[in-house]
């Protein structure tokens, strides 16, 4: 039996690109346009109908209602794709981008200090104070308001050392 070949897309060179959207394509009503221009009409049209769906009280509660059904956590929302299909979209896309919240106990599944650090940092937010408690600099940076720390952390925070554990053999 052979093997199913998966479907590759690879970009082509801007010079293609140009000369692909600049093809002519006459419209029903003999009027003409180009490629370019029709692909850009059907993106704002998609995205205007999926504003539309997003505004829509009734299918936020099919999109929650057919998450349940999957027995999935997260935002749900119903989008139409290019294709004319009608899909649900489970997931964090609704929450702000860079920030992902979690309950997880101990930190896991927060995001990379650095990507924190870094977003604060365009945001033009002050963390300097936090350290390295991801939970309140996700707090902080929520709030977007730019709080100059009154005290460093090393004067805010002493630790006890660590005691000394043996390992086994």
Same mark, same amino acid.
């Given at each position: 039996m052979t093997? @199913?070949?998966s479907l590759t897309e690879v970009p082509v060179p801007d010079e293609l690109? =140009? !000369? /692909?959207?600049?093809i002519a394509v006459a419209l029903s009503d003999g009027s003409m346009t180009s490629v370019g221009? *029709? /692909?850009q009409s059907a993106s704002e049209a998609l995205q205007k109908a999926n504003e !539309? *769906? @997003? #505004?829509? #009280? *009734?299918v936020d509660l099919a999109s929650k209602d057919l998450m349940r059904q999957h027995r999935r956590r997260g935002n749900a929302r119903i989008i139409v794709t290019a294709t004319g299909g009608i899909m649900l979209q489970? #997931?964090?896309?609704?929450? =702000?981008?860079?920030? /992902?919240?979690?309950?997880a106990p101990g930190g896991a599944g927060l995001p990379h200090l650095g990507k924190l650090r870094a977003? !604060? *940092?365009?945001?033009?937010?002050d963390i300097s104070d936090l350290g390295r408690r991801k939970r309140e600099i996700m707090e902080r940076l929520a709030e977007g308001v730019s709080n100059p720390p009154t005290r460093l952390r090393d004067e805010v925070r002493t630790s006890t050392p660590l005691p000394d554990i043996k390992l086994p053999r």
């Open positions: 093997r @199913k070949r690109r =140009e !000369a /692909v959207l600049n221009l *029709l /692909v !539309a *769906l @997003k #505004g829509n #009280g *009734l489970i #997931g964090t896309s609704d929450s =702000e981008p860079g920030i /992902v919240h979690t309950t977003l !604060a *940092l365009q945001r033009g937010i």
